[in-house]
């Protein structure tokens, strides 16, 4: 697949359930309760239960595949983590291609929920 | 917008810009740099090998289809997935004596210093080369760096940044920076927002 600086990738709603935070909390092994456990989210302060990180990190990597395909080979992902990711809210990926040079394609990427910018960052692909 | 100088453990006119008393931060500082000074610290096997079900269960979760990754390799997200301490956040290694954890050490000093906030703002991953099945993966932690005081939305906080580095045997197969704000929530202050 041949990148191109200014090349937009199509956009992704992803509409976030307890099931999808839960899930994913426990398929990347964090245990940590605010990720399954709303009562005790909400005594540490928070709305709900939220997304960790390492799921806002896979999802720019779904994201980024699901338009390139798995067969890129990617390098790196670097986020900048926002407002956190509530269930029943929906994480809207949008994403561009920002530079291509020395064989790698960088992606601008930016998942935003309704409280503003959940996860802004870039990911790396070999190009 | 609230007066951060109104919050715990602050006070002015200090070389911190008069957002923390002078002591704290002196205190804070000295921590980070004999943390700092272990080095990559913290060496953990992963529980398990770089496993199929495992992979199955992330591929799900994420929603994520690829023949790839049912051909022997992993996604490569999924390379702090593997040392991940588990849940009631213990390994074996980590009960081992001598064990240290500098990112744990530097965030309990800050919580002892009254920044009981935490709120991770950073990752930065980069990936040698994607694991295969079968593979132990190791990891090692170090601290970076302390950055602060800083006044920021949630409160006055310090920007506490650890460099995670993935091996399988020798070979260095991923790193991450992974920065997190812990910070004296504003609520604590007399100016409750």
């Given at each position: 697949?041949?990148?191109?600086?200014?090349?937009?990738?199509?956009?992704?709603?992803?509409?976030?359930?307890?099931?999808?935070?839960?899930?994913?909390?426990?398929?990347?092994?964090?245990?940590?309760?605010?990720?399954?456990?709303?009562?005790?989210?909400?005594?540490?302060?928070?709305?709900?239960?939220?997304?960790?990180?390492?799921?806002?990190?896979?999802?720019?990597?779904?994201?980024?595949?699901?338009?390139?395909?798995?067969?890129?080979?990617?390098?790196?992902?670097?986020?900048?983590?926002?407002?956190?990711?509530?269930?029943?809210?929906?994480?809207?990926?949008?994403?561009?291609?920002?530079?291509?040079?020395?064989?790698?394609?960088?992606?601008?990427?930016?998942?935003?929920?309704?409280?503003?910018?959940?996860?802004?960052?870039?990911?790396?692909?070999?190009? | 917008?609230?007066?951060?100088?109104?919050?715990?453990?602050?006070?002015?006119?200090?070389?911190?810009?008069?957002?923390?008393?002078?002591?704290?931060?002196?205190?804070?500082?000295?921590?980070?740099?004999?943390?700092?000074?272990?080095?990559?610290?913290?060496?953990?096997?992963?529980?398990?090998?770089?496993?199929?079900?495992?992979?199955?269960?992330?591929?799900?979760?994420?929603?994520?289809?690829?023949?790839?990754?049912?051909?022997?390799?992993?996604?490569?997200?999924?390379?702090?997935?593997?040392?991940?301490?588990?849940?009631?956040?213990?390994?074996?290694?980590?009960?081992?004596?001598?064990?240290?954890?500098?990112?744990?050490?530097?965030?309990?000093?800050?919580?002892?210093?009254?920044?009981?906030?935490?709120?991770?703002?950073?990752?930065?991953q980069s990936y040698d080369r994607y694991?295969?099945?079968?593979?132990?993966?190791?990891?090692?932690?170090?601290?970076?760096s302390v950055v602060g005081p800083k006044?920021?939305?949630?409160?006055?906080?310090?920007?506490?940044?650890?460099?995670?580095?993935?091996?399988?045997?020798?070979?260095?197969?991923?790193?991450?920076?992974?920065?997190?704000?812990?910070?004296?929530?504003?609520?604590?202050?007399?100016?409750?927002?």
């Open positions: 697949m041949k990148l191109q600086t200014g090349e937009k990738l199509p956009g992704w709603e992803l509409p976030i359930t307890p099931t999808l935070v839960v899930s994913t909390a426990l398929a990347t092994r964090d245990f940590q309760d605010v990720h399954h456990d709303r009562d005790r989210a909400q005594a540490a302060g928070s709305k709900d239960i939220f997304m960790n990180i390492l799921t806002s990190t896979a999802l720019c990597e779904r994201y980024v595949t699901d338009w390139a395909g798995t067969d890129v080979q990617i390098r790196g992902i670097s986020i900048r983590l926002g407002a956190p990711a509530y269930p029943y809210d929906t994480l809207s990926f949008s994403g561009e291609v920002t530079e291509v040079e020395d064989g790698v394609a960088t992606i601008a990427v930016t998942g935003s929920v309704s409280l503003g910018a959940h996860v802004t960052g870039t990911v790396r692909v070999a190009a | 917008m609230s007066d951060p100088k109104q919050t715990m453990g602050v006070s002015t006119g200090s070389t911190t810009g008069g957002l923390v008393v002078s002591a704290i931060h002196e205190k804070i500082m000295a921590a980070a740099e004999e943390i700092g000074g272990w080095g990559e610290a913290a060496e953990r096997e992963a529980r398990d090998l770089v496993n199929q079900p495992t992979i199955n269960n992330w591929l799900e979760a994420m929603g994520l289809e690829s023949q790839r990754f049912h051909q022997g390799e992993a996604p490569p997200s999924m390379a702090q997935v593997w040392t991940m301490y588990g849940q009631g956040g213990v390994s074996t290694s980590s009960t081992t004596e001598g064990y240290r954890d500098p990112l744990h050490a530097m965030m309990n000093v800050l919580t002892d210093a009254g920044f009981n906030g935490v709120l991770g703002t950073n990752s930065e694991l295969r099945v079968g593979e132990q993966v190791r990891i090692t932690t170090a601290l970076d006044s920021t939305g949630m409160g006055v906080g310090y920007f506490v940044t650890s460099r995670s580095t993935w091996y399988v045997g020798d070979e260095r197969v991923a790193t991450m920076l992974f920065r997190v704000l812990k910070f004296i929530p504003k609520t604590s202050g007399k100016d409750t927002a």
